[in-house]
C-alpha cells in the first residue's frame, strides 16, 4: 500500500518496525539459499502428491523424497505441506461385519495380535468388507501376509458366502509355496470361516485357524487398516455420491492392489517399502547370508 500511503504512517498503523518491513522486502527480491531450496523441496512434494493421487500424507512423502535422494527431515515437509495447503485423503470408519451361525466351528485366536512375523507364510489374515456399486453390492475378500502386508488373494462377488473365501484364499495358496505345519490363518468369527466349506478346505492343506475373540476387531487390526485405505484412496466409503459399474470395481480393485498398492505403495510397517520392495530386500538377504555361510 505504499504506493497509497507513506510507509512511516503504515507501520505506525500496523505497529510494526520500519527495519523489519524493509528488511522483509529485501528478503523478497532477493531469497535466501534455504528459501530457495524450500521452493524446490516444495515443488518435488506437489508432484509426488499428485503422483499418488492425494493418498500420501508426511510420512509417506518424506520417505519419497529421501528415496528420490533428498535428504530433509519429516519436520520440514509437514511444514512446507502446511504452507502449500496440502493434506492426504481422510479415513472414514466403516465395518462390515458377517455373523457367525449357531454349532459352526470357532477357532482359538493364535495370532494374538502378533502382526509383525518375522518371516513370510507364517500368518496370513483374511476379511470381506462390502462396496456399494450402480447394481447393488459387492463383496471383496482379501488374503494379506501379515510378514510383508502383500495382498496375495482376493475376490470380488455379488454375495458373501464361503466361496468367495474360498476362492481368494486358494488363489493365495497358488501363488505361495507354504509350509503346512507352520502357516496360520486368521480371520473374524463371520459363517463364511466357520462354517464347513472353508474348514475343509484348511484341513486338506493342513492348515493351522486362528480366530478373533467375538466382537473383537482390533484382533484382526491389519485387515481392517487395509480396508480403511483400499476405500478411502478409491473413494469408495458408503458415503460416496460417485457409484462404480461391478466392471468399473473388479477393474479398480486390480489396478489399485496389484499395481499400486503391493508394488509401489509404501508402508510404514515394512521401512516404507511396498510390500513386493520389503520381501525382495527380505530375499536378497537371505540369499547374501547363504553365499557367506
Not at 458408503?238 to 486390480?254: A, C, F, G, R, V
Not at 505403495?265 to 530386500?281: A, F, G, Q, T, V
Request: glycine share 6%; proline share 3%; charged share 25%.
Amino acid at each position: 500500500m505504499q504506493d497509497r500511503f507513506p510507509v512511516l504512517w503504515l507501520v505506525k498503523k500496523l505497529q510494526v518496525a520500519r527495519s523489519g518491513y524493509y528488511s522483509w522486502l529485501q528478503r523478497q527480491s532477493n531469497p535466501g539459499k534455504r528459501a530457495k531450496q524450500d521452493d524446490e523441496i516444495a515443488a518435488d512434494i506437489e508432484v509426488v502428491f499428485k503422483t499418488h493421487r492425494s493418498r500420501y500424507g508426511s510420512p509417506r512423502i518424506h520417505q519419497e523424497l529421501r528415496g528420490n535422494g533428498r535428504h530433509i527431515g519429516r519436520k520440514r515437509v509437514e511444514r512446507l505441506m502446511k504452507r502449500q495447503g496440502i493434506q492426504a485423503l481422510q479415513r472414514r470408519r466403516f465395518r462390515c461385519c458377517p455373523k457367525q451361525e449357531e454349532g459352526n466351528k470357532i477357532a482359538t485366536n493364535i495370532l494374538l495380535r502378533k502382526f509383525n512375523p518375522t518371516e513370510p507364510n507364517r500368518y496370513w489374515c483374511g476379511d470381506i468388507t462390502c462396496i456399494r456399486t450402480t447394481e447393488g453390492w459387492r463383496y471383496l475378500a482379501v488374503w494379506m501376509d501379515l510378514y510383508s502386508r502383500r495382498i496375495i488373494g482376493w475376490k470380488i462377488g455379488s454375495n458373501m458366502e464361503a466361496e468367495l473365501v474360498t476362492k481368494a484364499l486358494n488363489r493365495a495358496l497358488i501363488l505361495r509355496r507354504i509350509n503346512p505345519s507352520k502357516l496360520v490363518v486368521h480371520t473374524d468369527q463371520g459363517s463364511q470361516y466357520t462354517g464347513s466349506k472353508y474348514q475343509k478346505l484348511l484341513i486338506k492343506n493342513k492348515i493351522n485357524c486362528s480366530m478373533s475373540r467375538k466382537g473383537n476387531c482390533w484382533d484382526n487390526a491389519a485387515m481392517e487398516s487395509f480396508f480403511s485405505t483400499y476405500k478411502l484412496e478409491n473413494n469408495l466409503d458408503d458415503n460416496s455420491k460417485i457409484l462404480l459399474t461391478p466392471l468399473q470395481l473388479q477393474s479398480e480393485t486390480t489396478s489399485w492392489i496389484e499395481e499400486y498398492y503391493n508394488l509401489n505403495r509404501r508402508h510404514s510397517s515394512n521401512d516404507y517399502l511396498s510390500p513386493i520392495d520389503y520381501e525382495n530386500r527380505a530375499l536378497k538377504g537371505s540369499i547374501i547370508n547363504e553365499q557367506a555361510s
